[in-house]
């Protein structure tokens, strides 16, 4: 039974270039949450997601930040035009629908902007 | 809304001592809680977490936590450490009765064990 996978471990991206990170969650998980956790700091919510639907978005910055979560194929945060403060560890977690607060996570993508 | 006190940032012990993690946390409603164990390089793992019942609870590898809600504390102990257990140690909070929600985090204990 495979856990949460994320993909890629680590990422390389130069200052205005774009990240896309992808999760694919548990099998049977329908919800999917998006966390990041910058350099010696605890993790932060950035977004909570449904099959085609942002349940919670409130996390994410405002600007360059998406994510979506589609009906086939796995859930993707996408950050454009990357900037250095970007450069952290994005964690991604999933739950059963009736059990939000059971959160499972995926061993991250580590983003480093040079 | 929740917030998360861990009050060490750094936790140096030698191998085969107790060990006391201290987690406090402020919410307007009832909260489930969690410890969440980090190795290096690694994503987060559920160490253990209180729900409902005892208020003290256990993990498999030792560690214990014991929910005081009095003083909204879930502090986290191990009577005798190992190298093996040095780590980033997580206390995290998500309010009752939503059906899916954020979690949210306290920055975070470095325990080290040394020997």
């Known amino acids: 039974n495979a856990g949460v996978m994320q993909n890629p471990r680590h990422l390389v991206r130069r200052r205005g270039q774009e990240a896309r990170l992808r999760c694919s969650p548990m099998k049977g998980h329908s919800h999917v949450y998006w966390y990041r956790q910058l350099p010696e700091e605890g993790l932060k919510f950035m977004v909570y997601?449904?099959?085609?639907?942002?349940?919670?978005e409130s996390g994410m910055p405002k600007e360059r930040f998406s994510a979506e979560f589609p009906k086939e194929g796995p859930s993707i945060l996408r950050i454009q035009q990357v900037v250095r403060g970007d450069s952290a560890a994005y964690f991604c977690?999933?739950?059963?629908?009736?059990?939000?607060?059971?959160?499972?996570f995926g061993p991250g993508t580590r983003l480093t902007v040079t | 809304a929740q917030s998360v006190t861990q009050l060490d940032s750094q936790v140096p012990v030698f191998e085969e001592a107790p060990v006391e993690l201290r987690c406090n946390y402020s919410?307007?409603?009832?909260?489930?809680l969690f410890w969440y164990v980090q190795y290096p390089n690694q994503g987060l793992q559920l160490l253990l977490k209180y729900l409902s019942g005892s208020t003290l609870v256990e993990s498999i590898n030792g560690f214990e936590a014991e929910f005081n809600k009095s003083q909204t504390s879930f502090h986290l102990r191990k009577p005798s450490v190992h190298i093996s257990d040095t780590a980033e140690y997580f206390c995290?909070?998500?309010?009752?009765?939503?059906?899916?929600?954020?979690?949210?985090f306290g920055e975070g204990t470095q325990l080290t064990v040394n020997p």
């Open positions: 977690a999933s739950s059963p629908r009736d059990r939000g607060y059971e959160q499972y």
């Open positions: 995290a909070v998500i309010g009752q009765g939503t059906s899916g929600s954020r979690l949210t």
């Open positions: 997601l449904q099959k085609e639907n942002i349940i919670d």
């Open positions: 919410s307007s409603v009832s909260v489930y």
